[in-house]
């Protein structure tokens, strides 16, 4: 590409090593589109490209890699930004009130966990709050999402030993928390004692990560059990 010298109005021509829009005149050349600046801005353009190498098998091919490359990130940045890589839960709540013969109800609270497609799950902790209408809430860890401790030992057998894994009713200390893997499903349940002929609020929360992130993840559900109906009240339970 060959540019001429500035023409000014004086009659001088002052030499130019690059004229202003460079781009724009380079851009013409590799299209063999004519491009002539405009006589008002003093500038008159010789645009000369004896070889195009964008229309050339090489060059279409390094374009089309560009672009493949681009979609490709703009695919995955789409998912991003649309929560694609979000760990999905599912938890479903079902509640039974029996009353006692101490005058207040027990409530029964059943958790239904579902591990969705993306992800495993690693389960920190999981608790459950009721709130008896103008009552103090009431806390309740739900300790079995808890892994439990474990030992091995060896049995023997006519033929050697073998091993076997005894389970340990306490927490572990070195892999405490439980993992949900994708399709995975589980049940928990807890119980409390609420006054009776008063509305309870449940809610049940659970925050977990996935392995190897520190990104926290919180999932919530929440229910309300009614007080029972005079009609349809159920046979007291014995304390």
Same mark, same amino acid.
């Given at each position: 590409?060959?540019?001429?010298?500035?023409?000014?109005?004086?009659?001088?021509?002052?030499?130019?090593?690059?004229?202003?829009?460079?781009?724009?005149?380079?851009?013409?050349?590799?299209?063999?589109?004519?491009?002539?600046?405009?006589?008002?801005?003093?500038?008159?353009?010789?645009?000369?490209?004896?070889?195009?190498?964008?229309?050339?098998?090489?060059?279409?091919?390094?374009?089309?890699?560009?672009?493949?490359?681009?979609?490709?990130?703009?695919?995955?940045?789409?998912?991003?930004?649309?929560?694609?890589?979000?760990?999905?839960?599912?938890?479903?709540?079902?509640?039974?009130?029996?009353?006692?013969?101490?005058?207040?109800?027990?409530?029964?609270?059943?958790?239904?966990?579902?591990?969705?497609?993306?992800?495993?799950? @690693?389960?920190?902790?999981?608790?459950?709050?009721?709130?008896?209408?103008?009552?103090?809430?009431?806390?309740?860890?739900?300790?079995?999402?808890?892994?439990?401790?474990?030992?091995?030992?060896?049995?023997?057998?006519?033929?050697?030993? @073998?091993?076997?894994?005894?389970?340990?009713?306490?927490?572990?200390?070195?892999?405490?928390?439980?993992?949900?893997?994708?399709?995975?499903?589980?049940?928990?349940?807890?119980?409390?004692?609420?006054?009776?002929?008063?509305?309870?609020?449940?809610?049940?929360?659970?925050?977990?990560?996935?392995?190897?992130?520190?990104?926290?993840?919180?999932?919530?559900?929440?229910?309300? @059990?009614?007080?029972?109906?005079?009609?349809?009240?159920?046979?007291? @339970?014995?304390?």
């Amino acid at each position: 590409m060959v540019y001429k010298s500035q023409i000014f109005p004086d009659g001088q021509t002052r030499g130019a090593s690059h004229p202003p829009d460079v781009g724009l005149t380079r851009l013409a050349s590799c299209f063999d589109i004519p491009f002539v600046r405009p006589e008002s801005r003093g500038w008159t353009d010789t645009l000369k490209c004896e070889n195009n190498m964008f229309w050339s098998p090489d060059g279409i091919s390094k374009v089309a890699q560009a672009g493949a490359i681009v979609a490709g990130g703009m695919y995955f940045l789409y998912r991003l930004v649309s929560g694609f890589f979000i760990t999905n839960l599912s938890i479903d709540l079902a509640c039974e009130r029996i009353p006692n013969r101490e005058g207040d109800d027990y409530l029964q609270i059943i958790i239904r966990l579902k591990k969705g497609d993306r992800g495993t799950l @690693v389960m920190h902790e999981a608790q459950v709050r009721v709130t008896p209408e103008k009552r103090e809430p009431i806390l309740l860890t739900i300790e079995s999402a808890q892994r439990l401790s474990f030992r091995a030992q060896k049995l023997p057998t006519p033929k050697g030993y @073998v091993e076997k894994v005894e389970i340990i009713w306490k927490r572990s200390e070195r892999a405490p928390f439980l993992n949900l893997s994708p399709g995975e499903e589980t049940v928990f349940s807890v119980y409390a004692r609420v006054p009776r002929d008063i509305l309870c609020t449940i809610e049940v929360v659970l925050v977990g990560r996935k392995p190897l992130y520190r990104a926290t993840g919180q999932w919530r559900a929440s229910a309300v @059990v009614l007080p029972n109906k005079p009609a349809e009240k159920k046979e007291i @339970v014995e304390p």
